[in-house]
């Protein structure tokens, strides 16, 4: 298959905002793709990633990069992925003039469209609107396979062109034989907001009522003494947390999948600040601040598989399997024994409650109703689209954050609201010194950002307005904090924003 298929392809994906359309652009052009390999580096490049990950090129590299395009379009997909597999092996003593020397060779190779589309690729700025949703549908309409079948295959692998290539390739056969894996993560299964706990209740049923923690995710992997601990975007940190090892190494069983929450404790036992915590994944974390886990969930036991049964049979496997380490709840409580549940969790500084069905499976990577977060105050985590450079004590501070929702449809973010409440003295001057590093442009008093930081913000809710594109905006926002743990694609989504309206209001056509 020739490359330029695969760039004239992100280009009528990013056309158009019709979700049917994208599915059919990229269903089209799997069909064509032919064998494993050319599948595998077809949906890694529309996904927006080489198939190598990072290949050890900078930014700045690429800038650098002063090549004439050519002006055919030659190149297949295999020799964009041969070349960039050269790139991603080059290691040692001139590696950096050689990485150049082929990248040189590729763009030379490349006509100016191709050009464009691998300087965003290779510097993860591709955003033709291929998020893994839309992907998933568009293998699923490739292989004529049912839907539920693409996505339990994604959720257990974690690999989007490997799910891909076993079902253009296998068809459902293959995508049945993918299975829990020790030591490779899945992506967690999210919770859905509840206007009340009331609310969640009646629709659950029969539930369990946990805290919702002020912490990190994590994802614990244990085969004998090894020990393995993911974040939720499944990043390894295993080397920075020591004592959540240490932990899970002693616990009673041979082999264990865990998820649940970590978090830095105050002398009283209440939830130190979320930065704190965070702190500690990173390369150099200071190991004074020790963690402690809480777990909610078990996938695997000692040779039994557990995503697919009850909630029910997950919690009694969690307890067997983690005793004390079990996150504070309540299985199957009276109305009363809730209510207790989210006042303890409150006045111990945490967030509020998630209620679960005890009857659901695991539903990695997906946010359904089975799980529903019960909080008294809404917020939404939101990608921040621009700043404003402030006025009076904030002149020389980039200060008014522009707010975006995700499309769901994979589009760009979609602006739902402004605002410079919560910002504290510390969290200006980091505004000021990280932003200008995610530049698009500018103009004199807005620098706007590429998609990359997502910050936590408080509301009292959502009202119709015209003036922004998704047709709502949010009512007295304010910054609860910085989210380092969440990238765009897990920010919520304009219909979130939108279910936030107060009953009977529709959002309206800003055009």
């Known amino acids: 298959m020739l490359f330029a298929d695969v760039v004239a392809t992100s280009a009528a994906v990013a056309a158009t905002r019709s979700r049917l359309t994208k599915v059919e652009a990229l269903a089209g052009l799997l069909r064509r793709a032919q064998g494993p390999a050319e599948i595998e580096t077809v949906v890694a490049f529309l996904a927006g990633a080489p198939r190598q990950g990072r290949i050890g090129a900078g930014w700045r590299t ?32 001139g590696s950096a003039a050689r990485r150049a020397e082929l990248l040189g060779r590729l763009f030379g190779a490349a006509t100016a469209a191709e050009q464009r589309f691998l300087h965003h690729l290779l510097t993860g700025e591709l955003r033709q609107g ?81 805290y919702k923690l002020d912490g990190a995710r994590i994802q614990v992997h244990r ?28 616990l009673p069983c041979r082999s264990v999948v865990l998820d649940g929450e970590t978090l830095a404790l105050s002398d009283d036992g209440r939830p130190r600040p979320f930065q704190e915590t965070m702190s500690r994944f990173g390369a150099t974390s200071e190991r004074e601040l020790l963690l402690h886990p809480y777990f909610f969930d078990c996938l695997h036991l000692d040779g039994a598989d557990l995503v697919d049964a009850p909630l029910r049979e997950r919690n009694a496997a969690l307890r067997t399997a983690v005793g004390e380490l ?62 404003e450079w402030g006025h009076g004590r904030r002149t020389g501070y980039l200060s008014n954050l522009h707010l975006g929702a995700r499309d769901p449809d994979g589009g760009p973010p979609i602006m739902v609201g402004k605002t410079f409440k919560g910002l504290t003295d510390e969290l200006l001057a980091w505004q000021t010194s990280e932003f200008p590093k995610h530049e698009d442009h500018r103009t004199d008093w807005v620098v706007h950002l590429k998609p990359a930081l997502v910050v936590e913000i408080a509301l009292d809710g959502v009202q119709v307005s015209p003036r922004y594109p998704g047709g709502v905006a949010l009512r007295f926002a304010r910054v609860v904090r910085y989210r380092p743990d969440k990238e765009p694609a897990d920010a919520d989504t304009i219909d979130a924003v939108r279910a936030l309206l107060p009953s009977g209001g529709q959002a309206v056509d800003p055009g």
């Open 62 to 93: 690429l800038v650098e990069l002063e090549v004439p395009p050519a002006a055919t379009a030659n190149l297949t997909v295999h020799q964009v992925d041969e070349l960039l597999d050269a790139v991603s092996r080059t290691g040692g003593k």
């Open 130 to 210: 291929a998020l893994e949703g839309i992907m998933l549908d568009a293998i699923a309409a490739a292989g004529a396979i049912p839907g539920e079948a693409v996505r339990r295959a994604f959720m257990l692998s974690g690999r989007l062109p490997a799910t891909a290539s076993a079902a253009l390739t296998g068809g459902q056969e293959a995508l049945a034989a993918f299975g829990l894996e020790l030591g490779r993560p899945l992506r967690p299964m999210l919770a859905s907001p509840s206007e009340s706990l009331a609310e969640a209740l009646a629709e659950l049923g029969s539930c369990a009522v946990e």
């Open 223 to 250: 085969v004998d003494a090894e020990v393995h601990v993911y974040t939720r975007t499944l990043r390894e940190i295993t080397g920075s947390v020591p004592e959540l090892v240490e932990l899970v190494r002693a």
């Open 326 to 387: 079990v996150i504070p709840g309540v299985l199957e409580p009276t109305p009363e024994q809730a209510e207790a549940v989210l006042s303890g969790a409150l006045d111990a500084g945490h967030e509020g409650v998630v209620v679960k069905s005890l009857d659901s499976p695991y539903q990695a990577g997906r946010r359904g109703r089975a799980w529903q977060k019960v909080k008294p105050v809404h917020t939404l985590d939101l990608v921040v689209l621009a700043a």
